[in-house]
């Protein structure tokens, strides 16, 4: 089975942000629920349960900070403030209500989910452990054991091999940028070539079946969605 989508919340009442940010965050395979108010953030924060929240200070009803320490008080959900106020003060009052990051507009959406995916990681949302194996045509992968078979026989993979091979198969059918393989199998600050990708790719094609990986050309890699495995 292929992991479901990470949901973000995204609470700002800006349009002209809240529509890229959301078609940029979609496109990058999260869900986004979007909600404008205090109200509302607050109330999506509870019936949705957003793996992460995006959250704006500054909404017509009310600070997005009251939203912070209201989410705060009866969930552990990893939380970025977005804000137009970057002095240290307003960071700090917002580090201190329990937000996870904050980040300072004007930004861009590259910024955004480079921040998070490193809040995700560092809150420990899901990376494998725990996660049930995924069985796509002839190759099955077990995110706990970090072990996969080839028609019932024993892979044997490096470590960056694994975990390109498993972000691949959790969005199975859909385009993985060749950007977010970086930053989620390497680190949002790898500065190295990104030729080390496409050795990688070649390596996996290797030893499992070729034509299960496909190239998106200038965009990045897809593995074949159960459909076309069987």
């Known amino acids: 089975m292929v992991h479901a989508k990470r949901t973000i919340l995204l609470v700002e009442d800006e349009e002209s942000i809240t529509t890229p940010l959301a078609e940029a965050l979609e496109r990058d395979g999260f869900h986004t629920e979007v909600a404008h108010t205090v109200a509302d953030g607050l109330a999506k924060g509870r019936t949705v349960r957003p793996d992460l929240v995006l959250l704006d200070i500054g909404l017509p009803d009310g600070s997005g900070l009251d939203v912070c320490r209201e989410l705060r008080s009866g969930s552990s959900v990893p939380i970025i403030i977005l804000s137009a106020r970057g002095e240290e003060a307003d960071r700090v009052v917002g580090l201190e209500l329990g937000a996870d990051d904050y980040v300072v507009k004007p930004f861009s959406a590259r910024e955004v989910i480079a921040r998070i995916r490193a809040v995700l990681r560092r809150a420990g949302t899901p990376t494998g452990a725990g996660e049930g194996p995924i069985e ?65 790719i070649a390596a996996l094609r290797k030893k499992l079946d070729a034509g299960l990986i496909h190239t998106v050309r200038g965009v990045g890699f897809r593995f074949s969605s159960p459909e076309e495995a069987r």
């Open 136 to 200: 796509i045509g002839s190759v099955r992968l077990d995110p706990a054991r970090r072990s996969t078979t080839l028609r019932g026989a024993d892979v044997e993979l490096a470590r960056k091999e694994f975990d390109l091979l498993a972000l691949l198969m959790r969005e199975a059918g859909t385009v993985v940028t060749r950007e977010r393989l970086i930053d989620e199998v390497w680190d949002v600050n790898w500065f190295g070539s990104t030729k080390t990708l496409d050795v990688h």
